[in-house]
């Protein structure tokens, strides 16, 4: 994977987690933190129709620099919202996420794929130019080496993002799904330890 100024690897036979597919692994993987979620046909799925963060959220913490790979559908009549949450941390005394990166498909108001920086959200970038179809099932991958962030949907960069201010992997490893004013499903999911290391770029010579 190439990011700007940065080579991004892992290993994609020997994720650092893999959701094993079962009720049973949904509800010891994963705690309810707010909103509906349940498990139906092979996903996770959360409802919840209120404007916030309806979250479900590792029981697992992963102190590195990772990306979560998952299969997301907005389902209708919902028609937005599928939100992820890495190298997150949930605040016990006011029951809410903490710091963390959230990234989203259809989000923002205005049909957005975009990514932001919990919880003071001054980080925030967005854009207009993919919008996912309600009931289409798309392969989603979100994460960060250094606070440079990036969102894959179906193989294909879609937004990336450079945190001056990066959050302390070390310290903050959560990952977690959020419903926000929607009904969403996930399935498929995977963690992968990430590794990089600086990368020159430079154009062909062209004439």
Not at 57 to 65: E, F, G, K, T
Not at 91 to 120: F, H
């Amino acid at each position: 994977m190439r990011l700007l100024h940065k080579e991004v690897w892992y290993d994609p036979a020997n994720p650092i987690y893999r959701f094993p597919g079962t009720e049973a692994a949904f509800r010891s993987d994963f705690i309810v933190k707010r909103g509906r979620w349940y498990f139906e046909n092979g996903k996770i799925v959360g409802r919840h129709p209120y404007e916030t963060p309806g979250m479900i959220i590792s029981r697992s913490h992963y102190y590195c620099d990772v990306m979560v790979d998952f299969k997301a559908q907005i389902l209708s009549p919902s028609t937005h919202d599928v939100n992820v949450m890495w190298n997150g941390h949930w605040d016990l005394e006011t029951n809410t996420r903490g710091v963390g990166y959230v990234a989203g498909i259809n989000g923002w108001w205005r049909n957005m794929v975009g990514i932001e920086k919990s919880p003071e959200y001054k980080l925030n970038v967005a854009t207009q130019l993919f919008t996912a179809e309600p009931d289409h099932e798309y392969h989603v991958c979100a994460g960060s080496v250094a606070g440079h962030c990036f969102v894959l949907i179906d193989g294909k960069e879609a937004l990336e993002l450079t945190d001056p201010d990066p959050i302390d992997v070390t310290q903050n490893g959560l990952i977690g799904f959020e419903a926000f004013a929607s009904w969403i499903a996930i399935s498929d999911v995977k963690v992968y330890k990430l590794k990089w290391k600086e990368s020159d770029l430079t154009y062909p010579r062209e004439f």
